[in-house]
Structures are given as structure tokens and as C-alpha cells.
């Protein structure tokens, strides 16, 4: 999970928060060890729109 969150430059915090609610999935690999895919945390990141109200992609 600190590998996504230092991916995303987010605190691991907010990955465990979207976890929770649902917006990424986790697998539990034991009583400690969560991992996520690198596609799901990807999937997270959404263009911004610009000025002129493009997607910035």
C-alpha cells in the first residue's frame, strides 16, 4: 500500500480510504499484508480540465 501511495504521491491514508470505500480493490495476502493491482491504483487517476475545458490527457 505505501508503494501506491508514494505511485500516486498520496498519503497511504488515502489508499486505505479508497479501499474502504470501495474504489480500489485489495487482496489480503496474510493478518498484515495488503496489495493492490497497478492497474486498479492507475484507474484512480483522472484528467484534469483545462481553461478552455479540455481533458488534459
Known amino acids: 500500500m505505501e508503494a501506491a ?3 500516486l504521491g498520496v498519503h497511504p491514508l488515502t489508499i486505505r480510504r479508497r479501499i474502504a470505500a ?3 480493490k485489495a487482496y489480503r495476502l496474510g493478518p498484515r499484508t495488503i496489495r ?3 492497474a486498479d ?3 484512480l487517476l483522472q484528467p484534469v480540465a483545462t481553461a478552455s475545458g479540455d481533458a488534459d490527457v
Open 36 to 38: 493492490v493491482d497497478l
Open 22 to 24: 470501495g474504489r480500489l
Open 5 to 7: 501511495a508514494d505511485y
Open 41 to 43: 491504483v492507475e484507474a
